[in-house]
């Protein structure tokens, strides 16, 4: 069996989402028109939108030994993901996500990190000849800081490209996550937590990668939603404009844009970041134009054949 060209290492999370009018305000009860529980985390995430572009995944993770656990290696399999390297704990319930989406497809998220936190170093190291043959290893923030470090200096170590999405922002992010990132990739707000410059304007977006840039990392990826993303390195500023679309659902949209990131970057890296951030954008845009998180992902027979060449 071919090993796999995409390692996430990274977090699961059942996303429980109500659909709502519009975001509750502190201590306001209000009725929802719909219900649904879907497979989330942001890691998974990734993991999954990869895989449905037809990259070859694994997916290094820890869940509980639950009934959400059990599902959720389920439906890595369904995805043809790799879940060797998916670890199952008695000592904490698999990750949960409840989350509130309004009528405009903005999202509020509450994390219950559970399992994801039993994630350690000596568990990378299990995956080490995974991470090793891998063109791309990908890392979040939901999982605990020691082993996403872990795997980012292993792939470091392996001349592996890394693509680090610090989010959620943890303004007490080792400085050595960003400094082991070829690509550090993260939203406005998030930009903001790590640069103290509010972004607001693409030249916001500029400023703060500068700052990012000054930190360590080779590259960094500002997204900006409707704004499309910026790409930024030492020596050049590449910002591409987002599809115009009516959002249903925007929940995991960046996660759909660092999946497939990392899938052209290991299996288009003839194309130029400008073209590879094009295509993340449309492949997000589309995810926002369906409810759910890896539900509204789509897959390589649903796209333009224009994105694969
Ligand atoms: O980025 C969206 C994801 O954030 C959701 O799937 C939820 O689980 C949280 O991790």
Redesign the pocket.
């Known amino acids: 069996m071919a090993s796999p060209k995409v390692v996430v290492v990274g977090?699961c999370?059942t996303?429980l989402i109500s659909y709502t009018p519009r975001l509750p305000k502190p201590g306001e009860t209000i009725n929802g028109h719909r219900f649904s529980i879907g497979f989330?985390?942001?890691g998974a995430?990734q993991c999954v939108a990869a895989a449905r572009l037809g990259a070859k995944t694994a997916m290094v993770a820890m869940v509980g030994n639950d009934s959400f656990g059990r599902d959720f290696i389920q439906n890595f399999r369904d995805n043809d993901v790799d879940v060797s390297h998916i670890g199952v704990t008695n000592e904490a319930a698999t990750?949960v996500?409840p989350?509130i989406v309004n009528d405009e497809g903005e999202n509020s998220?509450i994390?219950v990190q559970g399992a994801n936190l039993k994630m350690t170093s000596s568990k990378v190291e299990e995956a080490e000849e995974a991470i090793e043959k891998c063109s791309v290893l990908v890392c979040q923030g939901?999982i605990t800081m020691e082993a996403t470090l872990a795997a980012l200096k292993m792939a470091r170590k392996h001349n592996v490209k890394t693509l680090m999405n610090a989010?959620p922002a943890d303004a007490g992010l080792d400085p050595a996550v960003i400094k082991n990132s070829d690509i550090f990739c993260v939203n406005e707000s998030e930009a903001e937590v790590f640069t103290k410059v509010g972004v607001k304007t693409v030249q916001d977006a500029q400023h703060a990668a500068k700052i990012l840039l000054s930190k360590g990392c080779s590259s960094v990826i500002i997204t900006l939603g409707a704004a499309g993303a910026l790409y930024s390195t030492s020596s050049e500023n590449i910002h591409v404009p987002a599809y115009e679309v009516t959002p249903v659902d925007t929940?995991?949209a960046?996660?759909a844009f660092v999946g497939a990131m990392a899938y052209y970057l290991a299996y288009h890296p003839q194309l130029t970041m400008e073209e590879m951030m094009q295509r993340s954008c449309k492949v997000a845009s589309i995810s926002v134009q369906a409810p759910g998180?890896q539900s509204s992902y789509p897959t390589k027979e649903n796209l333009p054949s224009y994105l694969f060449i």
């Open positions: 977090s999370n996303d989330g985390g942001k995430n990750g996500a989350i998220i994390v939901e989010a929940t995991g960046g996660d998180t």
